[in-house]
């Protein structure tokens, strides 16, 4: 064969082709998710050493930074007298030598070994009248020439050396020569967008002759994997469009807008177009796939609403599915109280009407109440199901059921879109999908993850909402309770929130009784204190809720499992304890719960330890900002892409190179090329290579989710 190399076939050549991997070194590489040619030439050094800023021993000068490259002459470790290891080793170039000093480092002594060629960054000093490192930066060089060093991740447990890998990586690129890597994005795409050909690529950022190199190498790395994603998403896109037919609406009847008109208060501009951007979906035959974003408190349930009483108004049914019970109670009181004056026409009444019918499915609901419902959205007399994943079990089936609305779901897949359509219809149409989410992710995630789904963001809250001031207290815990204590005695009420603190409190039952007696008991004696955790019973918590609600407790000790719904005006204060064991997200979630109604509402972050740099630059974040857009860009710069691929979502091994936060115009143009490439000139269905990496590409993840799914 003479065609250049695909990566489905370098993906096909087991490492053990390279000269020196036997059996041993192949299990060591299987052991780094390292198995064919492709994932080692995707194993991307985490750094280089420039050794055109090297500094000989003989120039260095105590008190500077230095990187400088030696042998090492001898390794010796002891303890202290308090028992801290200590490991010493010295060093030598052809100029001098030096000292290295490594302090509770005792590993140190395994992988530093005499004749060993390393790179030390660091502060030199001058001990007893001879140069030293403490604790300096090592990277190990092993053999390797050239001015740009590449440093590999390494697995000291797996036993590889950055320079094995530096040297297979090498030989692999080597015995790609005659063939070359072949390169699917035609040359005129490539040029306009300044990008370098993909041998070169592999070959620079494996063995760069310079920086710069570096640079290009990585841009067309990094536009590859994201073009990869960008063309899965829009291919599917595009099947669903041409394959899948969806229920039309029309908005004909009154019903929806007289839900509107019937409310206390005027839509907000955000509101209105995303409406707008509803119905325009639910008018086509083509199944909505939306996610409908916005904050905490902008008021996306009457989106939903909307949507939901649009399929009533044309004789189908809607359903709001929540992933927890509590979720969907508070989704049914919430609805059920909005439509409480809303009739539908019925024939079969005397005055031709009838009130609409909302009922409530969770596990929770039993026996013949349970049956009723059932049998009711069987013959299509309950118009609104909301309920949790207990909506789509085995046993519940719909009259005709035309959209769906899920709140706070991101592992809504494909299986499930079925069932509601085997489950949901009588005929094989798919019902609307309408997909809500008050975590804010950045646009350029929002792209990557839900790139095949519209995007309607609700940017806007409604007016009238006063600011919750937030201030992080590290002291005088005293002003915190103090101004609980004067809130309530004006008639307000204040949530506490306590972060499960030990792994074996998985429902944060001991950590919240313990905050609550203490309080009960100290600061806040005078007060009525309750208290919600995972381990009440649905029914308890239910009470407790009530109970806050109607302001028979002012004070709610809890932990997250309020995060996400509860809804009191009343409540103008929440103390968030060790906040530093919260992430940005989970943090402004909280924060949400107050700034409900007209009052001035405070939140307090509280900490009692040194926090790392890390929580210190979230709980920043959090004082300066409200908006939960810029807060989510924030936690992308801070957290990486991890936080938004849930633990076991495929598409997070996709980006190794590529970073959400730091390419997002990468994102861009990727998702440009991917629509040019799919639906333009171009065409993908003209680009054998291309259509069959992409192929693969899916193949590969389809693996390596079964093999997640498996272990
Ligand atoms: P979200 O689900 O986006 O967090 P909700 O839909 O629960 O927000 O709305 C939060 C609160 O704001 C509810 O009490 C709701 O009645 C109210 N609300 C929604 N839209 C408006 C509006 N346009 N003007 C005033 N209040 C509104
Ligand atoms: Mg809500």
């Keep these: 064969m003479t065609d250049p190399i695909s990566l489905r076939e370098l993906d096909a050549i087991g490492v053990d082709r390279l000269q020196g991997i036997g059996e041993q070194r192949r299990t060591s590489l299987e052991e780094a998710q390292i198995h064919s040619i492709f994932e080692l030439l995707t194993h991307y050094p985490r750094r280089y050493i420039d050794r055109s800023h090297e500094a000989k021993l003989a120039d260095v000068q105590p008190g500077q930074e230095a990187m400088v490259v030696g042998d090492i002459e001898s390794v010796t470790s002891r303890r202290t007298r308090n028992r801290k290891p200590i490991v010493e080793a010295s060093l030598s170039d052809e100029t001098g030598t030096m000292d290295l000093v490594f302090f509770n480092q005792a590993w140190r002594a395994k992988q530093l070994s005499q004749g060993l060629t390393v790179a030390l960054f660091g502060k030199v000093d001058r001990y007893r009248g001879r140069l030293q490192m403490t604790n300096p930066l090592v990277d190990l060089v092993g053999d390797r020439t050239?001015?740009?060093?590449?440093?590999?991740?390494?697995?000291?447990?797996?036993?590889?050396?950055?320079?094995?890998?530096?040297?297979?990586?090498?030989?692999?690129?080597?015995?790609?020569?005659?063939?070359?890597?072949?390169?699917?994005?035609?040359?005129?795409?490539?040029?306009?967008?300044?990008?370098?050909?993909?041998?070169?690529?592999?070959?620079?950022?494996?063995?760069?002759?310079?920086?710069?190199?570096?640079?290009?190498?990585?841009?067309?790395?990094?536009?590859?994997?994201?073009?990869?994603?960008?063309?899965?998403?829009?291919?599917?896109?595009?099947?669903?469009l041409h394959h899948a037919l969806g229920v039309k609406h029309s908005n004909q009847?009154?019903?929806?807008?007289?839900?509107?008109?019937?409310?206390?208060?005027?839509?907000?501009?955000?509101?209105?177009?995303?409406?707008?951007?509803?119905s325009a979906d639910l008018e086509s035959d083509q199944p909505m796939h939306r996610l409908l974003q916005g904050d905490v408190g902008a008021g996306k349930t009457l989106v939903a609403m909307y949507a939901m009483l649009m399929a009533v108004a044309n004789g189908h049914q809607g359903a709001l599915m929540a992933p927890t019970e509590v979720l969907a109670e508070q989704h049914y009181l919430n609805l059920f109280e909005l439509a409480k004056h809303l009739e539908i026409p019925?024939?079969?009444?005397?005055?031709?009407?009838?009130?609409?019918?909302?009922?409530?499915?969770?596990?929770?609901?039993?026996?013949?109440?349970?049956?009723?419902?059932?049998?009711?959205?069987?013959?299509?007399?309950?118009?609104?199901?909301?309920?949790?994943?207990?909506?789509?079990?085995?046993?519940?089936?719909?009259?005709?059921?035309?959209?769906?609305?899920?709140?706070?779901?991101?592992?809504?897949?494909?299986?499930?879109?079925?069932?509601?359509?085997?489950?949901?219809?009588?005929?094989?149409?798919?019902?609307?999908?309408?997909?809500?989410?008050?975590?804010?992710?950045?646009?350029?995630?929002?792209?990557?993850?839900?790139?095949?789904?519209?995007?309607?963001?609700?940017?806007?809250?409604p007016p009238g909402r006063s600011p919750i001031a937030t201030r992080w207290v590290s002291d005088e815990l005293v002003s915190v309770w103090e101004h609980v204590r004067s809130e309530v005695d004006q008639g307000r009420q204040a949530y506490v929130v306590c972060p499960l603190i030990e792994e074996s409190?998985?429902?944060?039952?001991?950590?919240?009784?313990?905050?609550?007696?203490?309080?009960?008991?100290?600061?806040?004696?005078?007060?009525?204190?309750?208290?919600?955790?995972?381990?009440?019973?649905?029914?308890?918590?239910?009470?407790?809720?009530?109970?806050?609600?109607?302001?028979?407790?002012?004070?709610?000790?809890?932990?997250?499992?309020?995060?996400?719904?509860?809804?009191?005006?009343?409540?103008?204060?929440?103390?968030?304890?060790?906040?530093?064991?919260?992430?940005?997200?989970?943090?402004?979630?909280?924060?949400?719960?107050?700034?409900?109604?007209?009052?001035?509402?405070?939140?307090?972050?509280?900490?009692t330890e040194e926090v790392s740099s890390d929580a210190d630059a979230r709980l920043r974040a959090l004082e300066e900002s409200t908006d939960g857009f810029a807060l989510a860009e924030r936690d992308l710069e801070l957290r990486g892409e991890g936080t938004i691929f849930e633990q076991r979502q495929s598409g997070r091994n996709d980006l190794?190179?590529?970073?959400?936060?730091?390419?997002?115009?990468?994102?861009?143009?990727?998702?440009?090329?991917?629509?040019?490439?799919?639906?333009?000139?171009?065409?993908?269905?003209?680009?054998?290579?291309?259509?069959d990496e992409v192929r693969w590409f899916v193949e590969r993840r389809d693996d390596e989710a079964e093999n997640l799914s498996r272990g």
Excluded at 172 to 197: H, S, W, Y
Excluded at 258 to 278: K, M, S, W
Excluded at 421 to 432: M, Q, V
Aim: some cysteine; charged content about 25%.
């Design 146 to 240: 050239g001015r740009i060093v590449a440093i590999y991740p390494q697995s000291n447990k797996a036993g590889l050396t950055t320079w094995d890998i530096g040297r297979w990586c090498t030989e692999a690129l080597r015995r790609c020569q005659t063939r070359q890597i072949a390169d699917p994005i035609p040359e005129n795409f490539r040029d306009k967008m300044g990008l370098v050909d993909r041998m070169s690529a592999f070959e620079a950022i494996h063995q760069p002759s310079s920086m710069s190199e570096v640079v290009g190498a990585r841009d067309r790395l990094v536009l590859d994997e994201l073009l990869r994603v960008q063309l899965v998403l829009r291919m599917r896109k595009m099947r669903r």
């Design 253 to 278: 009847g009154d019903l929806p807008d007289q839900f509107i008109r019937g409310l206390p208060f005027d839509l907000t501009a955000a509101q209105q177009r995303t409406i707008a951007e509803v």
């Design 346 to 461: 019925d024939e079969s009444t005397l005055t031709g009407k009838r009130p609409l019918s909302i009922k409530l499915l969770t596990n929770g609901v039993a026996g013949t109440d349970r049956s009723q419902i059932l049998k009711g959205m069987h013959d299509g007399s309950v118009d609104l199901a909301i309920g949790t994943h207990a909506l789509i079990q085995d046993g519940v089936n719909f009259s005709s059921l035309s959209v769906v609305v899920v709140d706070e779901q991101h592992r809504f897949g494909v299986e499930q879109r079925s069932v509601l359509r085997e489950r949901g219809r009588p005929d094989e149409r798919f019902p609307h999908l309408l997909v809500m989410t008050a975590t804010p992710i950045p646009r350029t995630a929002a792209m990557t993850v839900y790139g095949d789904l519209d995007v309607s963001t609700l940017n806007e809250l």
């Design 505 to 607: 409190d998985k429902l944060g039952a001991s950590s919240a009784e313990k905050t609550r007696q203490e309080l009960a008991e100290g600061e806040l004696s005078e007060l009525r204190v309750g208290i919600l955790h995972g381990r009440l019973s649905a029914s308890e918590k239910q009470q407790t809720m009530d109970s806050f609600r109607e302001g028979d407790l002012d004070v709610l000790v809890a932990t997250t499992v309020i995060e996400v719904g509860v809804d009191v005006a009343n409540a103008t204060t929440m103390v968030i304890l060790s906040a530093d064991r919260f992430g940005i997200a989970q943090l402004h979630q909280l924060r949400g719960r107050v700034g409900r109604g007209s009052h001035d509402s405070t939140c307090f972050l509280v900490t």
């Design 656 to 691: 190794k190179l590529a970073s959400l936060a730091r390419d997002r115009i990468w994102v861009e143009r990727a998702r440009a090329l991917a629509a040019e490439l799919v639906d333009g000139q171009g065409s993908i269905d003209q680009n054998m290579p291309l259509e």
